[in-house]
């Protein structure tokens, strides 16, 4: 247990290091930039960890590492910004709080983990404690952020479980592995990034540093320690730390920029947070029925044995005495037998 706690631990440095991922942004970085935002996060993340690692995939880690990538950095980085630009942001967080019920239901389809009813409440707890953290009254609905929030949603979630499912081939590390995906992820977003929003723009001395802390505490490290915690977890208890990131952002906004937190969002924070603790408690074993006692048996007199011999006879019970004297009989006959 106590090995398990540290590494549930340093899991959720993770994503409680995400939730800083929107005060970086908004303080930090160039207003609207979000893929090229994601481009600076990934790509050197990934180029980082290459030349620290010196290790590039072999045989068929080529196209594992480009559909992990794809999965976790590359397609869910773009779907998450088309999210929270046609959203809310209390709502773009809610809809991506569904991923741990789709980790449960691919966890169970490509991982064999059984869903239980304790799991899937669990899961639901954490989704309702971050809508009443972030979700706003009169929040308006667009179909194709919210399509765009469960997809991204649903692309993590599978990212999670394939990890958990191909492992890392055998002598290579978390962090080669992890530079593996960023790379991969950061290639794809490349183009994308490009083509919607052109060229880069002028940095300033304060947008390099928010890009490098993203790059680097953010992404590189925060996703070793992600992928990871898939390697040790189960995939249903690595999602259900995923609500630490609504929670830290909910956090750092009401101490860094002053907004509120009324009883209903602390009330949702106790929730979602008590819901990501109790998803990493195992599940108590039932305890084996207890066998029924038999009454002992009477021990046996040791039966003296006969020495060893052609024809060794077996010596009846008795007393000592008597014994002794049918052995010298049986002896004697044994003795003219011969």
Known sequence: MPRKAAVVALTALAPISWGSTYFVTTEFLPADRPLFTGLLRALPAGLLLLA???????????????ALGALNIGAFFPLLFLAAYRLPGGVAAVVGSVGPLFVVGLAALLL???????????????AFGVS??????????????VGAGLLSSLSM????????????????????LTGWQLTAGGLVILPVAFLAEGAPPALTGTNLAG??????GNTAISYFLWFRGIERLSASSVTLLGPLSPITAAVIGWAALG??????Q???MLIAFGATLFGQLAPAKPQAP???????????????????????IPVPFGSAEKNQQELSMDLEVSAVRR
């Open 52 to 66: 620290l690692t010196r290790k590039l995939p072999t045989g068929a880690w080529w196209w594992k590492s480009a």
């Open 157 to 176: 979630s599978a990212g999670v479980v394939l990890t958990k499912r191909w492992g890392r081939p055998e002598g290579v590390g978390s962090l080669a």
């Open 259 to 264: 907004q509120a937190l009324g009883p209903v």
């Open 112 to 126: 064999g983990e059984r869903p239980t009813a304790r799991t899937l409440l669990t899961a639901v707890a954490a």
């Open 290 to 312: 207890a066998k029924p006692q038999t009454p002992a048996k009477p021990r046996a007199s040791v039966e003296p044995q006969a020495p060893a011999g052609p024809a060794a």
């Open 132 to 145: 009443l953290v972030v979700l706003k009254a009169g929040a308006a609905f667009d179909l194709i952020g």
């Open 211 to 216: 890009y490098a802390y993203l790059a680097l």
């Open 266 to 268: 602390v009330l949702g």
